[in-house]
């Protein structure tokens, strides 16, 4: 794709808050898209329902709103009307939007905010013009993305679903790397944490720092597939298949079971119980991280496993398949915690790797403004349409008073920091509720 509309936000959300963040990923997650170099305007713009979160209007027909040829110039340089047009037409497809449930203030209000969105990646593409990337760095980035997929046939498939050729994929992401860089420069130093600030996190949120028992825990998954649905129906073909399927699964169902049984016999012979589930474990994922699911308390896990895995000892493999809804598991529990408030020495890495995020969102932001205001931008898109007046709701006189006649006071956390970090970073399990 050309377009590269709204780079900016996907850098602040994944390659600058995100960045040395320690993360987890759930086993059971499906392998992710091969990324483009960045955001088009299309998939950026959200329009459930309708632009801006509108809903469709009522018995509307595809509007049609007279373009200039040139809807926007950006220091010299002119966003032409097809590239908007390509970019709404993408964003539609991306939100599943009929075109003809769009009225004219919907659409209008689409075309500003795609605009700027392909604004904003003009702005950064031509700052960043100048910043050098080297093939080897580009090639280190694609093996990087290739190792999130089970294999190199799966990331195949998922770009050419993407639309994208090898060629493409690699050019996308030399020049998000380079824009990516160029921003990185830019923000660089305005996310240094203190040793004094992370301890006022946590001293002001030391509830969140306060865990339940937890397990560490590896686990080799034979998944089986859910059993076919009861049909009550007098049709005897159709409860003849239906017989069958459930013949079918229940043959399923009793080969995994053997086959977790193997696998418990190998690893009591003594074999590597990592390499078993990197070779045996059909939960995604499980062939890089060999099977861990690092910690996660009893909540985190459907009562089958929990059960298993918290009255197992630590160093030992359970003896018998653990069903569950997703089928037949081997668990190898690895540690313990009990349950406790984890101290700061702990906790402090992950405080700092949070409060980093905060302080490069805040920093991206402002950034991001005072680019957009120092650059000499030329709109000729139609107004956008008037705000509906929203007539204010009259007071409730017993919500009032039952509010003010209260002494009670409750202590806030600020928004901004309303939930703590992850301090243990457990993984979801499929076995996971």
Do not use: C
């Not at 203030?105 to 593409?125: H, N, P, S, T, W």
């Not at 990516?180 to 030391?206: C, H, L, M, P, R």
């Amino acid at each position: 794709m050309k377009n590269f509309a709204l780079l900016a936000i996907i850098i602040s959300t994944v390659a600058l808050v995100h960045a040395d963040t320690p993360t987890t990923s759930s086993p059971a997650a499906t392998p992710p898209t091969p990324p483009k170099a960045a955001v088009t305007a299309a998939s950026a713009a959200k329009l459930p329902g309708g632009p801006m979160g509108l809903p469709p209007a009522a018995g509307a027909t595809s509007a049609v709103i007279a373009l200039k040829d040139s809807v926007a110039t950006v220091d010299g340089t002119k966003i032409s009307k097809d590239e908007l047009e390509k970019a709404f037409k993408e964003a539609l497809n991306a939100s599943r939007v009929n075109p003809a449930s769009l009225g004219a203030e919907q659409k209008i209000m689409a075309y500003r905010q795609i605009l700027d969105g392909l604004i904003m990646e003009k702005l950064v593409d031509k700052k960043s013009a100048n910043v050098q990337v080297s093939d080897a760095d580009v090639n280190a980035e694609i093996e990087k993305i290739k190792k999130q997929f089970p294999s190199p046939d799966v990331f195949n498939a998922k770009l050419k679903e993407s639309g994208q050729t090898m060629d493409q994929f690699t050019a996308n992401l030399k020049k998000s790397k380079r824009q990516t860089d160029w921003i990185k420069s830019q923000i660089k130093g305005k996310d240094e944490v203190t040793d004094a600030e992370a301890e006022k996190f946590y001293k002001d949120n030391i509830k969140q720092f306060e865990n339940p028992d937890m397990v560490k825990a590896s686990h080799i998954l034979f998944m089986v597939p859910p059993a076919p649905p009861e049909v009550i129906t007098k049709d005897k073909e159709a409860m003849a298949k239906t017989a069958k399927a459930k013949e079918e699964n229940a043959k399923i169902a009793k080969a995994k079971e053997e086959a977790a049984k193997a696998a418990i016999a190998r690893a009591n012979k003594g074999e590597d119980f990592s390499k078993l589930a990197s070779e045996l474990s059909e939960e995604p994922g499980a062939k890089q991280r060999g099977g861990d699911l690092g910690f996660f308390s009893k909540e985190q896990m459907v009562p089958e496993f929990a059960t298993a895995a918290f009255s197992q000892q630590v160093g030992t493999i359970s003896q018998v398949p653990v069903k569950t809804k997703y089928g037949y598991h081997i668990i190898k529990v690895t540690d313990k915690k009990a349950a406790g408030t984890i101290p700061f020495a702990e906790a402090k890495q992950n405080i700092v790797a949070y409060l980093q995020n905060q302080k490069r969102r805040a920093a991206f932001k402002t950034f991001m403004q005072q680019l957009r205001q120092t650059a000499k931008i030329e709109n000729t898109l139609p107004a956008p349409p008037p705000m509906p007046m929203v007539k204010p709701m009259a007071p409730n006189p017993a919500a009032m008073k039952a509010a003010t006649g209260s002494t009670k006071t409750t202590a806030t956390t600020p928004a901004a920091v309303t939930t703590a970090p992850p301090v243990s970073t457990p993984a979801a399990a499929p076995a996971g509720k």
